[in-house]
Nanobody
Framework: QVQLVESGGGLVQPGGSLTLSCAAS?????MGWFRQVPGKQRELVAS???????LYVDFVKGRFTISRDNAKNTVYLQMKSLKRRDTAVYYC?????????????WGQGTQVTVSS
């Protein structure tokens, strides 16, 4: 059973930047990030395959960058030009494909708050 441990969340002002990290206890083909706000469904933000191929949801394209270090089994999410509506709990995820239609492993979640 692979475990995912997240870090890097916090409070940031609108327009600011923040980088999230997620370390896995083993290798995973597809890794990515979801986010969730109270009362709404968890939604995919970005994902990356072991080859480096990436997928992004439209509302973060040009602002967020996902990357991974396969030697460390770690995935990162660099967030720039943050907006108040980016406020959410961000969850790291892993699965057998880059699409993450089915998630095999979840991180514990880390809070990102964008506020002045």
């Amino acid at each position: 059973q692979v475990q995912l441990v997240e870090s890097g969340g916090g409070l940031v002002q609108p327009g600011g930047s923040l980088t999230l990290s997620c370390a896995a206890s083993g290798s995973i083909f597809g890794m990515g990030w979801f986010r969730q706000v109270p009362g709404k469904q968890r939604e995919l933000v970005a994902s990356i395959a072991e080859s480096g191929t990436t997928l992004y949801v439209d509302f973060v394209k040009g602002r967020f960058t996902i990357s991974r270090d396969n030697a460390k089994n770690t995935v990162y999410l660099q967030m720039k030009s943050l907006k108040r509506r980016d406020t959410a709990v961000y969850y790291c995820a892993g699965g057998k494909t880059v699409y993450l239609r089915d998630v095999d492993y979840w991180g514990q979640g880390t809070q990102v708050t964008v506020s002045s």
